[in-house]
């Protein structure tokens, strides 16, 4: 018997898949384009910073990276010299040196690995810019990861090396993508107010615009007719609670799996249904990989912590001394208190776990924290594949 699939082409359901067609975002494009469009008009006069913030999976990326299709192809007409880089901080480790090296490898591929510092690697880059005369569009994705790591210097570097030579033409444009505007704080008030000027601010995307994402990409990615109008509608309803368009291609994707493994010729609603309790979106793994060493190994503590107990919360000094085995089992010397709570305020923001003033019973008020969404098992194996990736 012959193999039967219901996808055409699974690879456009790929998380790096680059859409041709980037739906309902038309407004924000626009508005990137008038922040930027001397690179293709006045190239050399004007340096911009450009913000993008919106949470995860509303197109912060896919707007970015189109973007870069786009003013390229317009500079190429207008025989401009432009490139636009397109970075990823967090896969860069978040360290400046890795970032700088990416974008120097655009120009020159066979640039040595080591043997200089970001600093100097940032008057390379402008070297190279000024003896090739190109201009260059830099995308910092996932900054938090960047910040996170060294803090404010390097975007202050960064963000200041065109001030730093007057006289010569401006080459270097950026496009920050920040997922929550809040790691803005951690900037120094004069970066942070450069980069204010000029926000772009992603929604989530609703039900219907989902649909339209999921219909589009139901064309590229599965045969005619496998995924028929109600069981993409169902993805839409199910992935509208986040407005995440991540989470709606990957339920789609699954489900399209969950047809495949049971021989059916079509995407059924029951397809999506299996596809959607497989992933919770709290613990989907491009959130988790998100996190910082330290956040990942607090999580893991809260997962272990409610794996072994069978009451609904626990108090922060119990969450800390799991913490503290955690941390050191991998070889880590654990965080403070001031940043553990910062770590519960961020995780409860994502809906993980959730922390509420204690009643009575307890002596005082304290704060107890409890995981209300996610098996603490399931958590605890996503947390240590992670902590394993890293
Ligand atoms: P973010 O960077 O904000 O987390 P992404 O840009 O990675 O989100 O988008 C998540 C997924 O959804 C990607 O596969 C992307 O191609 C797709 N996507 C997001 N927005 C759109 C859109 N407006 N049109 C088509 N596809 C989109
Ligand atoms: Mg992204």
Redesign the pocket.
């Known amino acids: 018997m012959r193999y039967y699939s219901v996808f055409s082409d699974e690879t456009k359901?790929?998380?790096?898949?680059?859409?041709s067609?980037?739906?309902?975002?038309q407004e924000q494009l626009n508005l990137l384009n008038q922040y930027l469009q001397y690179t293709t008009t006045a190239p050399g006069k004007m340096s911009q910073r450009v913000l993008v913030t919106?949470?995860?999976?509303?197109?912060?990326?896919?707007?970015a990276?189109h973007f870069g299709k786009m003013i390229t192809r317009k500079a190429q007409d207008r025989k401009i010299n432009l490139e636009y880089v397109h970075v990823n901080c967090r896969q860069c480790k978040g360290s400046l040196f890795l970032i700088l090296l990416q974008a120097i490898h655009r120009f020159i591929p066979t640039f040595p690995k080591r043997g200089y510092s970001a600093e100097e690697l940032l008057h390379t880059l402008m070297q190279i810019l000024d003896e090739r005369d190109v201009h260059l569009i830099l995308t910092l994705?996932e900054l938090e990861a960047l910040i996170h790591r060294e803090g404010s210097d390097p975007l202050y570097n960064v963000t200041r090396i065109q001030e730093d030579r007057p006289s010569a033409p401006k080459r270097l444009t950026l496009i920050c993508?920040l997922?929550q505007p809040e790691h803005l704080e951690k900037l120094d008030p004069s970066t942070r107010s450069t980069l204010q000027r000029n926000i772009i601010h992603?929604e989530d995307?609703t039900e219907p615009?989902l649909k339209?994402?999921l219909s589009?990409?139901v064309r590229l990615a599965f045969m005619k007719g496998a995924v028929p109008e109600q069981s993409v509608e169902h993805i839409a309803q199910v992935a509208a609670g986040e407005g995440?368009?991540?989470y709606?291609?990957e339920l789609l994707w699954r489900a399209g799996k969950y047809a495949d493994s049971t021989g059916l010729r079509e995407v059924t609603p029951e397809c999506v249904r299996k596809a959607a309790v497989s992933v919770y979106p709290a613990i989907r793994k491009?959130v988790v990989r998100s996190f910082g060493l330290h956040e990942k190994l607090f999580l893991l503590s809260v997962a272990r912590h409610f794996q072994r107990t069978t009451s609904a919360y626990a108090s922060m000094g119990e969450l800390e001394n799991e913490y503290a085995v955690a941390s050191e089992e991998y070889g880590e010397e654990p965080r403070g208190h001031t940043q553990l709570w910062k770590y519960v305020k961020e995780l409860s923001a994502l809906g993980i776990v959730e922390a509420r003033l204690s009643g009575a019973g307890r002596r005082g008020k304290t704060t107890l924290i409890g995981l209300p969404r996610v098996p603490a098992s399931d958590l605890g194996e996503v947390l240590e594949a992670s902590l394993r990736e890293d």
């Open positions: 359901l790929d998380i790096n898949y680059t859409p067609r980037l739906l309902h975002r919106g949470s995860i999976g509303t197109g912060k990326t896919a707007l990276q994705d993508i997922r992603l995307y615009q339209d994402i589009d990409r995440d368009a991540r709606a291609i491009d």
